[in-house]
């Protein structure tokens, strides 16, 4: 097995079981929280996923690119790296103790929850340690350090609601989650890397770092603006209870874009050394992922769109199914998006190994644009279906304007072979339709049958010899470059 296959396996093998435990953790306070204390929960958990976003801003993508292509600026790229999450960090807790003041209708065990989560945040700057992991394809003690901590939430989350804990202690816990878990990923970098990472807070590699992440930092900090920004319309244009709504739905789906995301990770290192060595190769691997890509996100879509009512009574009861708190209509909009998202960021590692920034910050600005727009015209009259019909737009704009130019090059085709690839898809929605009377059958049938279909796509042909082609990636500390890339420094 090769080193990408290995740690594709390993991401998704522990995404697999991060699902499993987020699963409960949403069951659990979903049937436990009235939809405005779950809402609140969402909303603090919301704020910790877009400060992720807004430090990480595509500097660790981009950062893992520089450093496969060139080994020797490791230490460097990474020292620089930490400090520029450091100074970003400072700006957001600072963010966090407004919106903490700002919330007066709160009681004060939960406004100093959202005090607390401010020194969360700060502590995110040592996730700059997690680019060691990528490189050296050592990925499997972060996954573990995620698991732990994952169950040891669930745990506490347990015994407090069993305690008759309030809605603020949940909170309260969830910082505590994400604290242990940078701190925990850099203890385990440090050995890896067999050095600490030191960076002044002006350190001027961090002006470097910052022109050249500027273009893909912003690329990707709207994009994942795009996709979170309904959470933010419907806390100060909604109701509490809208928000729990399309919470409910938005916990189910938001664990399964990570898990896009997280596989693939791998090929950006992959796909670098690919376009330098080869542009064909590279264009023969993009079109295999895409067209793998894209029969999951039609396996996944009929799932979501047949099983919607049935999934949401099993995970949360009676309460998000009918009445005014449903949201069945959300998730049948997030499972669309969902499906658009796995088909983006295969695109998008290809474009970032091309260094086509510039195409993608058009694409991510538009899909912006849109999901804005939708939010603040929608959220007012439909609630949390008004923002997940944002979400959905914007993802469906995003992977129809990065497909088209990959069209217009002609590194995808149309051909009746392609067809393949969808119809495990097909024959599964049939299936579906035909059990749409039987609701638990139905459900049992596409839990069942999905992974097959998926599965079934890894062993075509197209697709073995795809993985099989796959430059390995380093898996330990690298003296020199490659020879290619010591040619193309020299010239």
Excluded at 441 to 452: D, H, S, T
Aim: proline share 4%; aromatic share 8%; hydrophobic share 55%.
């Amino acid at each position: 097995m090769s080193t990408v296959a290995r740690s594709q396996a390993i991401l998704l093998g522990a995404q697999v079981a991060r699902l499993a435990l987020s699963l409960a953790v949403t069951t659990l306070l979903g049937r436990s929280l009235a939809p405005g204390a779950f809402g609140y929960f969402a909303f603090v958990a919301s704020l910790f996923v877009v400060s992720q976003d807004v430090l990480d801003m595509g500097t660790t993508s981009l950062a893992t690119r520089n450093v496969a292509r060139h080994p020797q600026t490791e230490r460097a790229m990474l020292s620089a790296l930490l400090g520029l999450r450091r100074l970003v960090a400072v700006g957001l807790a600072l963010a966090c103790v407004l919106i903490a003041f700002a919330q007066s209708g709160r009681t004060l065990p939960e406004r100093c929850t959202l005090f607390a989560a401010a020194a969360g945040i700060f502590a995110l700057h040592l996730g700059a340690y997690q680019v060691a992991f990528q490189v050296r394809q050592r990925l499997g003690r972060p996954m573990l350090l995620g698991l732990a901590a994952q169950a040891a939430f669930l745990a506490a989350c347990f015994v407090a609601l069993r305690l008759g804990a309030t809605v603020a202690l949940i909170g309260a816990l969830v910082v505590a989650r994400e604290i242990v878990q940078v701190v925990g990923s850099r203890l385990l970098a440090v050995p890896l890397l067999g050095y600490r990472l030191r960076s002044r807070w002006l350190d001027p590699a961090i002006g470097r770092l910052l022109r050249d992440a500027r273009v893909f930092g912003v690329t990707t900090l709207f994009h994942k603006l795009a996709f979170s920004a309904g959470t933010f319309f419907l806390w100060t244009s909604s109701t509490p209870e809208a928000l729990g709504s399309y919470s409910a739905a938005q916990r189910l789906i938001v664990p399964l874009v990570d898990v896009v995301w997280l596989c693939a990770i791998p090929l950006i290192a992959a796909f670098s050394i690919c376009a330098v060595r080869s542009p064909q190769a590279l264009a023969s691997h993009v079109r295999a992922f895409y067209w793998l890509a894209a029969g999951t996100a039609a396996t996944v879509a009929v799932c979501g769109l047949a099983t919607a009512p049935r999934l949401l009574e099993l995970v949360y009861g009676q309460t998000y199914v009918s009445g005014s708190a449903s949201a069945v209509a959300a998730f049948r909009w997030l499972t669309v998006a969902l499906a658009c998202a796995i088909v983006v960021p295969v695109l998008v590692v290809a474009a970032l190994a091309r260094q086509q920034e510039r195409a993608l910050l058009r694409v991510s600005g538009a899909a912006l644009a849109v999901a804005l727009a939708v939010n603040a015209l929608a959220v007012s009259r439909l609630g949390g279906e008004g923002a997940a019909m944002a979400t959905c737009l914007a993802q469906c704009l995003a992977v129809a304007l990065l497909s088209w130019s990959h069209f217009a090059r002609r590194e995808l085709r149309r051909d009746l072979a392609r067809l393949l690839y969808f119809a495990p898809a097909a024959l599964l929605a049939a299936l579906l339709q035909a059990l749409s009377g039987r609701p638990d059958l139905q459900l049992a049938a596409a839990v069942a049958l999905a992974p097959v279909c998926i599965l079934s796509l890894w062993f075509l042909p197209e697709q073995r010899a795809c993985r099989a082609a796959l430059p390995r990636g380093e898996t330990g500390p690298v003296s020199s470059p490659p020879l290619a890339l010591a040619a193309e420094e020299r010239s």
